[in-house]
């Protein structure tokens, strides 16, 4: 069975300051992906960023990167120069195998950016 | 840019009552999602829907509920019965190709069963 976790129910960074939101995973497929999403107070969710389990390159998107350590089936999201906006719940979730493309989510990460 | 809606934003219904809730996908995407989040809690999986047909259900989507594409742009999801232990927040996602594109995800409809 496919399962994310993500262990820190919350986090506290300084603006303008790095962060990282950790997110393990365990699959047996060969073939997955891996994605980040944001809730912010409002309720939406926010797509930052996607991740192949083939892709040679860790995945960017603007102030957010992918820190992709297949063996360690890990896929950590970096936040570089933390804005007061960036406060909001984190998701990580996995995409299944197969054509049916469910997402399964970790717990998620409170993130509270500190001025 | 294009955009997954939802309605109603807030759905306030008696415990055994029926309720639909109405998505509008992006109009170029192939598969269709529903996911529910209990307030605090994560998101999850309920159904997945390709070529007018259920691909894959959680253990969650039980007789009790159903989906449908009734016209060429919306997709719905019918709780035939509420109960109280439905109250979330019901999202609707879609996307392009299955697992390895992103989903774009609704603003969510908010149920609350009394």
């Known amino acids: 069975a496919q399962k994310i976790t993500q262990t820190q129910p919350g986090m506290f960074v300084q603006e303008k300051e790095a962060v990282t939101l950790d997110c393990t995973y365990d699959?047996?497929?060969?073939?997955?992906?891996l994605f980040w999403y944001k809730q912010p107070s409002s309720g939406e969710m926010i797509f930052l960023i996607y991740q192949g389990s083939y892709d040679q390159q860790n995945a960017t998107e603007g102030r957010y990167s992918l820190n992709f350590q297949k063996a360690r089936k890990s896929a950590n999201l970096v936040i570089s120069a933390s804005q007061l906006g960036d406060s909001a719940m984190y998701f990580c979730?996995?995409?299944?195998?197969?054509?049916?493309?469910?997402?399964?989510f970790g717990q998620g990460t409170t993130l509270q950016v500190k001025p | 840019e294009p955009e997954v809606t939802q309605t109603p934003s807030h759905q306030v219904t008696q415990m055994g009552q029926e309720v639909i809730l109405r998505c509008v996908p992006i109009s170029n995407h192939l598969y269709f999602y529903w996911y529910r989040q209990i307030l605090g809690q994560k998101v999850e999986f309920l159904v997945s829907?390709?070529?007018?047909?259920?691909?894959?259900k959680s253990e969650i989507f039980d007789d009790q509920f159903s989906v449908e594409r009734p016209d060429g742009s919306n997709f719905t999801l019918k709780i035939r019965s509420t109960k109280l232990e439905d109250s979330a927040m019901y999202f609707c996602a879609s996307s392009e190709i299955g697992e390895r594109n992103e989903q774009f995800f609704g603003p969510g409809t908010r149920l609350t069963v009394l």
């Open positions: 829907f390709y070529n007018n047909e259920i691909s894959e």
């Open positions: 979730a996995m995409g299944s195998s197969g054509n049916t493309g469910k997402l399964i």
């Open positions: 699959t047996s497929d060969p073939s997955y992906g």
